[in-house]
């Protein structure tokens, strides 16, 4: 079992040492969704510890897409408001036990992500009509 670990580990760290910055962003929205999604079973099982885990996970990621804004860009002030304001419901859901916050939050993190993939689609299309 420890071989195959290593060996998904190692696949994963390959897969992120390879992408681009678009796909960087896709996979942080993925790995949010699927924190949220964690806490919520947790929390359905009651393991506090493990829900707060997730919850926390879901708000290192939000951080990191903070991070990675460039303020030069005006939609990225935007955006800065709303990972603000889904790392501040993350917060109060798991405060105050209130996983019923965690569902717009995880809503809007989905719409962003499916807006990303078609930004990716519709470049990656743009691309291969310049090539031909």
């Not at 460039?70 to 889904?86: C, H, V």
């Not at 419901?89 to 965690?102: G, P, V, W």
């Not at 807006?115 to 990716?120: H, R």
């Amino acid at each position: 079992m420890y071989a195959t670990a290593n060996l998904y580990d190692r696949y994963r760290n390959d897969a992120v040492n390879t992408a681009s910055p678009m796909d960087l962003i896709i996979m942080l929205y993925d790995g949010c969704i699927k924190q949220i999604h964690l806490a919520r079973l947790y929390e359905e099982d009651k393991n506090v510890a493990e829900r707060s885990n997730a919850i926390q996970k879901a708000q290192d990621i939000l951080d990191e897409l903070m991070r990675s804004l460039d303020m030069g860009i005006p939609l990225s002030a935007d955006l800065l408001k709303l990972y603000d304001f889904m790392s501040e419901e993350l917060y109060q859901a798991n405060m105050k036990r209130d996983m019923a916050r965690m569902e717009p939050v995880e809503a809007m993190l989905t719409e962003l992500r499916d807006a990303w993939k078609e930004v990716k689609a519709t470049t990656g299309k743009m691309y291969v009509e310049e090539d031909e």
